[in-house]
C-alpha cells in the first residue's frame, strides 16, 4: 500500500529514495522495505540504544541501507542528528500509540524540518475516528496501553491530522490496513 503513495522510481535500484524511519526497533521495515523498493535508501533510528545491534545484524550487508542513528523524536526539530531538507519521506509505523505524547509533539515539526518540498510523512497504526475507537479490540488495547503508562495509547486520527496541517503538511491519503489499523500520508507543501 506504501507504494502507492510513492514515486515509481523508489522501487528502481538507480533512483535515490531517502527515508528516514522513525521508531525501527528492532529493525524489521529497514530490512523488508528496502529489499521490495531497492531505490529506497533507508535510514533507521530509534529513542533506545539496544536496538542498534538488532538493527546492525537484520540489515548487514545492505548496501541501501544505512548505520543506525540514536534520534529522540520529542526533541526539537533542531536537535535531530539529520540534516534539514534531505529526506524524501519520515515512516514511522506502530509508535506513536506507544509512546508519550512528547514523541506526536515532536515527530510532526521534526518531520516537517527533515523533509524536502514534497516529501511525505508517513504513519501506520490504530487511530481514533472522531473520538471513538473502529473497533472493540482497539479499545481494550487502548486501555492495555494506558494501563502500562498513562502517557500511552491511541490518538485521535484528527488530532494529528490538525497538528500535520498546522505544521504544512496536506493529507494525501488515509488508508484502511489489517487489524483495524491505517496507514496515513501526509505530503511537505
Request: glycine share 8%.
Amino acid at each position: 500500500m506504501l507504494q502507492k503513495y510513492l514515486p515509481a522510481e523508489a522501487g528502481q535500484a538507480k533512483s535515490q529514495y531517502n527515508v528516514l524511519e522513525i521508531g525501527s526497533g528492532t529493525g524489521q521495515h529497514a530490512v523488508y522495505m528496502p529489499e521490495h523498493l531497492t531505490g529506497l535508501v533507508w535510514q533507521p533510528s530509534d529513542y533506545d540504544e539496544s536496538y542498534a545491534t538488532s538493527v546492525a545484524a537484520w540489515t548487514h550487508g545492505m548496501p541501501n541501507v544505512k548505520p543506525w542513528i540514536r534520534l529522540d523524536a520529542s526533541a526539537s526539530p533542531e536537535q535531530w542528528p539529520v540534516e534539514a531538507s534531505w529526506f524524501d519521506c519520515v515512516y514511522n509505523c506502530n509508535t506513536v500509540h506507544i509512546a508519550p505524547i512528547a514523541v506526536l509533539d515532536g515527530l510532526v515539526p521534526g518531520a516537517a524540518r527533515c523533509l524536502k518540498k514534497g516529501g511525505k510523512l508517513v504513519t501506520y497504526g490504530p487511530y481514533k475516528l472522531n473520538g471513538r475507537h473502529t473497533a472493540e479490540s482497539n479499545a481494550d488495547f487502548d486501555a492495555s496501553l494506558r494501563a502500562r503508562n498513562p502517557e500511552w495509547g491511541i490518538r485521535d486520527f484528527e488530532e494529528v491530522n490538525q497538528r500535520a496541517l498546522s505544521s504544512g503538511f496536506v493529507l494525501e491519503g488515509r488508508e484502511d490496513m489489517p487489524s483495524n489499523n491505517f496507514l496515513c500520508v501526509w505530503r511537505k507543501q
